[in-house]
């Protein structure tokens, strides 16, 4: 049995569907799907720019920001892993754009922004 947890204050990202902000949006960029359920948060991500595949698992907190980690597949066969503190909120179009403070396994820092977009179709 879970805990409930309380309605967050940031927007919620349960079944959002989000896409990497990226310099050049020709070259593609990662999107993926964010879920929620109580205090547990999950993203699966998908190939686009040079990501082949990811995943994320976390844990909301009361103010709506998440504290999650990650694993991801490059296309080049590489491993990435890390941390992040992941913050929503709702931009000037009325869309959730997260601020991702991350922190890599192998030490590098950054922030990184994702911003929702539309569900994708998928082919069958």
Do not use: K, N
């Amino acid at each position: 049995m879970t805990a409930a947890a309380p309605e967050p204050l940031a927007p919620d990202v349960d079944s959002v569907w989000f896409q990497l902000v990226v310099d050049d949006p020709a070259a593609g960029a990662p999107y993926g799907q964010y879920h929620r359920e109580d205090d547990l948060v999950w993203a699966e991500f998908y190939a686009g720019g040079s990501l082949r595949s990811g995943r994320l698992v976390g844990h909301l907190r009361p103010d709506g920001s998440f504290d999650a980690a990650y694993c991801l597949l490059t296309a080049t066969g590489d491993l990435v892993t890390g941390e992040c503190h992941s913050v929503p909120a709702v931009d000037a179009r009325g869309r959730i754009r997260i601020a991702d403070h991350f922190r890599r396994s192998d030490g590098s820092t950054g922030v990184t922004y994702i911003e929702q977009i539309p569900a994708p179709v998928r082919e069958a």
